[in-house]
């Protein structure tokens, strides 16, 4: 699975790094930015649960 962040379309709602810490940060210019490109099984549900909450759908998972 590979996530992608659209930096034009986040806001910095941190909604993201709420719902998957181990996975989702947001910079000090409110951009948020991926802790692992590979997230561990575990923790894909809460990716999904980050991809349904960010206001600006600004996050897409795209499996390979
Ligand atoms: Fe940006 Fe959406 Fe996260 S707007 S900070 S990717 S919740």
Redesign the pocket.
Known sequence: MHID?DEK?????????L?APEV?S?NED???FLLTDDPAAAQREDVRA?VR????S??TLVDD
């Open positions: 962040i379309r986040c806001n910095g709602h941190a909604q993201c790094e719902s989702f947001v409110g951009i948020a980050a909450r960010c206001p600006e600004a996050i």
